[in-house]
């Protein structure tokens, strides 16, 4: 039995030149990403945000929106006040319904809290043109507690 012969009896489909160009470019994409993310975690105090990432015109052009991690190690509750970007007009923290938080997101004590699509996020909008072809997207997380930190999050198209 020949390799393609084992392959359509087992169910597995041949792929083709395009699609394993596809599939390289897919997987490259995810390793470059995971190293990115995996590079971006902070401290300050007793939180940690980490995992953080950003992706471009969500909300529609002009817009980004930023994912992050926050753990806090603290037995203290901190609260994410703000996350600023001198690369927007504007910034919003917002509940899972897309709603704004203005008082903030709870980092409860001795937990972390995991903004992510179809959860908690923050919006970003009016980005700088010259932002579209950048790699990382500056911000500065403000907590109530522990205070600011300078962060870089990888930008995913």
Not at 89 to 116: C, S, W
Request: glycine letters at 8%.
């Amino acid at each position: 039995m020949s390799w393609r012969e084992f392959h359509r009896t087992m169910g597995f489909e041949m792929i083709s030149r395009r699609g394993f160009g596809s599939l390289c470019f897919g997987l490259c994409t995810v390793a470059y990403v995971s190293r990115a993310m995996a590079r971006n975690s902070r401290s300050i105090d007793m939180v940690t945000i980490e995992h953080g990432w950003a992706q471009f015109g969500i909300d529609g052009p002009g817009t980004s929106v930023v994912y992050l991690t926050i753990r806090n190690e603290s037995q203290d509750d901190d609260y994410l006040l703000a996350v600023d970007s001198d690369s927007a007009t504007a910034t919003m923290i917002h509940d899972a319904k897309k709603q704004p938080m203005p008082f903030g997101l709870l980092v409860p004590g001795y937990n972390r809290v995991v903004m992510e699509p179809q959860g908690s996020h923050v919006l970003l909008s009016g980005i700088l043109k010259s932002v579209a072809t950048a790699q990382f997207l500056p911000v500065r997380v403000v907590l109530r507690d522990a205070g600011s930190l300078d962060f870089s999050v990888p930008l995913v198209s």
